[in-house]
T-cell receptor, first 109, second 114 residues
């Protein structure tokens, strides 16, 4: 699986936007970009995924660079409940999901 | 609709004991997975079953066996538990249909081997 690089941690204030970066310079043309998050003491949960175009859903937006070597998960208004570890994962078709260490997001009131 | 259910939620074993972690999903997913997560680490894949009747090794399979009992259930067995297997274990399921679908995870089993 192609590798992703994320910052170990980031901090944000409540109700401010958060941009979580992910570098994946060795991404192949068929790799999808997935984001999952893991709240304290819970299993991971799906956030969003995309291939080339930017994607929006009720939880977040995913901005994908034109060369696809990086992407950014955008939380439009962070809440205390968004404090979690966020994982950026590349996945090809039927391949399994390989988790790195992710980015721990700290949200302050 | 319970999603992915894991039992037990907590377990303490003595070194050398055996046990089976149970996982069941009610979403009619074809693929199921077992991961382990050590403190401060991401999840590592132990075994997976891409479809009923098949199982494959993941990144860290040593010391574990799995059984895909039917489409709903995927169990993980520790034949002779070791302290190094102290971890949180997560089961996941996913519908692989050619596109890219989300995986659903259980709440985890916290296992301590003393």
């Amino acid at each position: 699986d192609a590798k992703t690089t994320q910052p170990n941690s980031m901090e944000s204030n409540e109700e401010e936007p958060v941009h979580l970066p992910c570098n994946h310079s060795t991404i192949s043309g068929t790799d999808y970009i997935h984001w999952y998050r893991q709240l304290p003491s819970q299993g991971p949960e799906y956030v969003i995924h995309g291939l080339t175009s930017n994607v929006n859903n009720r939880m977040a937006s995913l901005a994908i660079a034109e060369d696809r070597k990086s992407s950014t998960l955008i939380l439009h208004r962070a809440t205390l409940r968004d404090a979690a570890v966020y994982y950026c994962i590349l996945s090809i078709g039927y391949s399994t999901l390989t988790f790195g260490k992710g980015t721990m997001l700290l949200v302050s009131p | 609709n319970a999603g992915v259910t894991q039992t037990p939620k907590f377990q303490v074993l003595k070194t050398g004991q055996s046990m089976t972690l149970q996982c069941a999903q009610d979403m009619n997913h074809n693929s199921m997975y077992w991961y382990r997560q050590d403190p401060g680490m991401g999840l590592r894949l132990i075994y997976y079953s891409a479809s009923e009747g098949t199982t494959d090794k993941g990144e860290v399979p040593n010391g574990y066996n799995v059984s895909r009992l039917n489409k709903r259930e995927f169990s993980l067995r520790l034949e002779s538990a070791a302290p190094s297997q102290t971890s949180v274990y997560f089961c996941a399921s996913r519908l692989l249909i050619g596109g890219h679908t989300e995986a659903f995870f259980g709440q985890g089993t916290r296992l301590t081997v003393v």
